[in-house]
């Protein structure tokens, strides 16, 4: 059974960094868009970035410059290296996968797996 497994997660203060990984198994995703998202209490959930299999990377505004998507095929494993971190980016930060040929790709909608999240809390 294919499943995505977040983990990097914790407590960071404001201006700090996390790494975030996503390691896949049950199936290669090698192929898939990997995106990840976020959802604060009470709010939607948010796109973040993601990074499409021929490496091609897409960001929200909000993130952009601060966050980085990188994969490693071999590893199966996609990470979501976070820096410059500010209190507004706590959230359950959730990894997933779409096909490949998935175009709306800030849409969770699409996305076939997901993880379980890991929770990203930042202090001020």
């Known amino acids: 059974q294919a499943q995505l497994v977040e983990s990097g997660g914790g407590l960071v203060q404001a201006g700090g960094s996390l790494r975030l990984s996503c390691a896949a198994s049950?199936?290669?995703?090698?192929?898939?868009?990997m995106g990840w998202f976020r959802q604060a209490p009470g709010k939607e959930r948010d796109f973040v970035g993601a990074?499409?299999?021929?490496?091609?990377?897409y960001y929200a505004d909000s993130v952009k410059g601060r966050f980085t998507i990188s994969r490693d095929n071999a590893k199966n494993t996609v990470y979501l290296q976070m820096n410059s971190l500010k209190p507004e980016d706590t959230a359950v930060y959730y990894c997933?996968?779409?096909?490949?040929?998935?175009?709306?790709?800030?849409?969770?909608?699409?996305?076939?797996?997901w993880g379980q999240g890991t929770q990203v809390t930042v202090s001020s």
């Open positions: 049950g199936r290669t995703f090698n192929g898939y868009v």
């Open positions: 990074a499409k299999s021929g490496g091609t990377t």
């Open positions: 997933a996968a779409a096909g490949t040929y998935y175009l709306r790709i800030s849409d969770g909608s699409g996305y076939d797996y």
